[in-house]
Each structure stands twice: as structure tokens, then as C-alpha cells.
């Protein structure tokens, strides 16, 4: 079967070329047109396989005779035959005694056998509720589910049940362009969100080939983002300045259609080549207002006049966001690089703290599920600079509303303000359901 062919050479490239799983459908099936009506078959069943790809290498330990490509194809097999079942078993047996020898085929019977059960296909001796079993039904390394305990057993486990589901796409309407209610009427598939602006994406079809999204009229952006941005909202003479270090450019998007050219507005990337999206944007809507460039930390004063009476923060982060929406995405992550990333983080933290207007609002915002990352980060700066007094902070889940995983925290910035007696524990300790209090230690700007 040609499909299978294709899913082995999908998964060899993910597993043994450290290549994403998006990137290796499209060097098959983007070089081949003849290719392509396959592809919808090929990327469900690596895409199965990559959901349950701990539990494959679990299950093939033991399977010591086995060549690391033997042990693809028994993967591959049993995905289809555990969770995908899009390719009959007679055809899964047929695939297997081909491409398996007689011994390694009987080797693997008692793994095939257990097609006909229910899952999650997980040895009876180890004991539910047990990392060792989370981590086995819900694809997550026990590492990663360390970090999540931080938020208690039960905000563990919502997690990653609805990391395991099906992923909601959201889109920001350029309402400057067109009102949401006109692509909804045009385009059914889309629906209202609880953010004005942020439509929710039902359709099958891949959102890339909407019209609307070919030319920038919606882009994608999780409602968190939106909100964020609204509830910190600045007018004219105030100057906003964005530092983003994230792949993804929703953020700077989100400013510039907001404000518009009411403002001024400063946008600093690492890496101007990466953000081509932005610049068209920038073009498209003719904007002058917008100093948009590309700078190290340690030199944003060369692009940058003034202090800012809105200073947003969204450094690259372990972006446990993304788990729910690239199966591999937590193959390939580099653990350790971690402490690197921290030192990142509290590095941009610290540089573009240093714009912050007297009197102005500083906002921190990550992508991720990690206190170390998020809370421990404004924590260890609230203690080294006390001209900075904490408004609220605030860590969203993927089970919420929002279906994001996402940290931030505002500070204002007076220098006038005594250092507080409070502990800083009790200021920023107030934990509930991983949301955190807001104090009344300045008005949101």
C-alpha cells in the first residue's frame, strides 16, 4: 500500500532527521502533485502515531531484534489498528508479513492481538494516576508533567485531557477591512468567539486556503491575546513599544490593527527576515507611525528615543502552547537548552523594563505552563526593582475559555513608591486555580 510506504519515509524523516511533521508532509507531497490525494491518509496515520508515540516505544521496548525501521512500521501498524483504524486489519497483517520477517512478525502477535480491545493499551502493572502512566496515555514526557504538577494533580490533568483533543482554531478579523459578520455570512465555517473580533475556525478544509487568509484579512490569534491588549488600551499622545520574541507574529499584528495610526508604535524583533508578514501588513495599511525593526536586547537604544508609556514583553518561551497543536512538538524540544531559555527570558525582561515611561504600564506575557517561566520570572525582578509596583498577573489554561496556555503579569512603573513592607510572597502568592489576585497597587492605564 502506497500510503503506508509514504507515512514510513513522514515518520523516518520526524523521528531520525529531527524534521517537523508539517515540514515532512510537505517535502513529499508539495514536490509530487500526483502524490497529493494521499496526503489526507499519510498525515492521519503519522499524525496518530506521533499523538501515542510514547507509548509506541513503551509498548516496542522489548522488541530488542527489531531495526529502528522495523519498529516504525510496527508503529505505524499498530496506530492504525489502536486509535486511526482507517486501514482494515487484513490489509494492517498483509502490510506487516511483508515488510517483517516470520519470526518478528510472531514476535509482535501479542501487540496485534490487542486490536480488538478497548484502550488505552497501557500494561496493567503500572498503577494509574502514576506519572509513568499519564505520561503514557497522554503522550507527555515526565518531565514535562513535573513542571505541571506545580498547579496541583487535578489543573494536571484537565491539561492534558484537552491537550489530547481535537485543536479550535481562532482568526482576528481586520475589522478596519471588514466587519466579522460579513466573513461569517461569506464563510459559515467561521463562528463568533467570546472576543469581539476573534472569530473560531469549524471548517475541515485547511485554513490556509481561505481567500481572506491568503491576503491578510484574518490572520491566526488566540483570544488571550486580544484581550490583553484591549484591557491595556492607550490613547494619543501615549507611545506603545511591542518586544516579540515568538515565531509567531500574532501579537505584533494584533497591536498594529488596534491601533491603527492613532499612536505611535514600536515593534522590536529578533530577526526582521522572519516577520515578512508583518512588514507587508505594515505596507498594506500605509502606516508611518510604526518603527518596526530588528535588534539584539542589548541595542534596542539605537531604535528606540523615549521611555514608553506601554511596554509589551512576549519572549520566546518553552511554548507549551503549541503542544496541542504539532503532535511532534514535544519530540523535538530541547530540554537541555531550558536553563538557556530562562536567562533569555529574564534577560528580556530586564532590557525592555528599561523603556518603561514614569507612570507607564509594563506588561510580561509567555507562552507557556510554567511557573519558573512565568510567575517565578516577575517575582525574582519585583525583587531587584522595587520602582516597579505589581497590578495583576494571571496564568490561563488550555481547559479554560480561552483554550491557551498562557502567563502574564502587569506592573506600573512609579519610582516615587517606597519599596513595599509586604513580602513579596504574600503579594504574589495569592494562587487560585492558577489564577492570581489582582491588587490595587496602580490602575491599569
Not at 499519510?42 to 531495526?67: K, N, P, S, W
Not at 513535573?146 to 475589522?175: A, D, M
Request: glycine share 4%.
Amino acid at each position: 500500500m502506497q500510503e503506508f510506504d509514504l507515512a514510513e519515509k513522514v515518520l523516518e524523516d520526524v523521528v531520525e532527521n529531527d524534521t517537523y511533521f508539517n515540514e515532512a508532509l510537505r517535502k513529499i507531497f508539495q514536490a509530487n502533485v500526483n502524490l497529493r490525494p494521499m496526503r489526507g491518509m499519510v498525515a492521519g496515520i503519522v499524525g496518530c502515531e506521533l499523538r501515542h508515540h510514547i507509548l509506541f516505544e513503551y509498548l516496542l521496548q522489548d522488541l530488542t531484534d527489531y531495526t529502528p525501521a522495523e519498529k516504525r512500521t510496527l508503529s505505524l501498524a499498530l496506530a492504525n489498528l489502536y486509535f486511526y483504524k482507517h486501514i482494515k486489519k487484513e490489509d494492517i497483517i498483509a502490510i506487516l508479513q511483508e515488510k517483517l520477517s516470520e519470526e518478528k512478525f510472531n514476535a509482535a502477535s501479542e501487540l496485534i492481538a490487542k486490536a480488538d480491545q478497548e484502550g488505552p493499551f497501557i500494561p496493567e502493572s503500572i498503577a494509574k494516576h502514576s506519572n509513568k502512566y499519564l505520561s503514557l496515555r497522554f503522550n507527555t514526557p515526565e518531565w514535562v508533567l513535573k513542571i505541571f504538577e506545580h498547579y496541583g494533580y487535578g489543573s494536571t490533568y484537565k491539561i492534558l485531557k484537552k491537550n489530547n483533543r481535537p485543536f479550535s482554531s481562532t482568526v482576528r478579523v481586520r475589522t478596519s477591512a471588514i466587519p466579522a459578520e460579513e466573513v461569517i455570512a461569506k464563510f459559515p465555517d467561521f463562528k463568533e468567539s467570546h472576543v469581539e473580533g476573534i472569530l473560531t475556525y469549524a471548517g475541515k478544509e485547511s485554513l490556509r486556503k481561505n481567500p481572506l487568509m491568503k491576503d491578510g484579512t484574518l490572520f491566526k490569534e488566540k483570544p488571550v491575546t486580544k484581550e490583553i491588549v484591549d484591557k491595556y488600551h492607550i490613547e494619543e499622545p501615549n507611545e506603545i513599544f511591542v518586544w516579540n520574541g515568538n515565531a509567531d507574529s500574532s501579537l505584533l499584528k494584533e497591536v498594529i490593527e488596534n491601533y491603527g495610526a492613532s499612536i505611535g508604535i514600536n515593534l522590536g524583533v529578533p530577526n526582521l527576515d522572519q516577520y515578512a508578514d508583518v512588514s507587508r501588513l505594515i505596507k498594506q495599511k500605509q502606516l508611518k507611525n510604526v518603527n518596526f525593526f530588528g535588534s539584539s536586547l542589548d541595542s534596542l537604544l539605537v531604535s528606540i528615543s523615549r521611555p514608553q508609556d506601554l511596554v509589551i514583553c512576549a519572549p520566546a518561551s518553552s511554548n507549551f502552547d503549541l503542544i496541542r497543536e504539532q503532535p511532534d512538538y514535544l519530540l523535538h524540544f530541547n530540554k537541555g537548552g531550558m536553563d538557556e531559555l530562562f536567562a533569555q527570558e529574564k534577560e528580556a525582561l530586564l532590557e525592555t523594563s528599561k523603556f518603561v515611561a514614569e507612570g507607564g504600564t509594563f506588561i510580561y506575557m509567555i507562552y507557556t505552563i510554567s511557573k519558573k517561566e512565568g510567575h517565578q520570572t516577575i517575582f525574582d525582578f519585583m525583587a531587584n526593582h522595587p520602582e516597579f509596583q505589581f497590578v495583576e498577573e494571571r496564568q490561563y489554561f488550555p481547559y479554560e475559555e480561552g483554550e491557551t496556555a498562557l502567563y502574564y503579569a502587569v506592573l506600573h512603573k512609579d519610582s516615587n513608591v517606597a519599596k513595599t513592607s509586604a513580602p513579596l510572597s504574600e503579594i504574589l502568592g495569592n494562587e487560585q486555580q492558577g489564577v492570581y489576585a489582582q491588587t490595587s497597587a496602580a490602575p491599569a492605564k
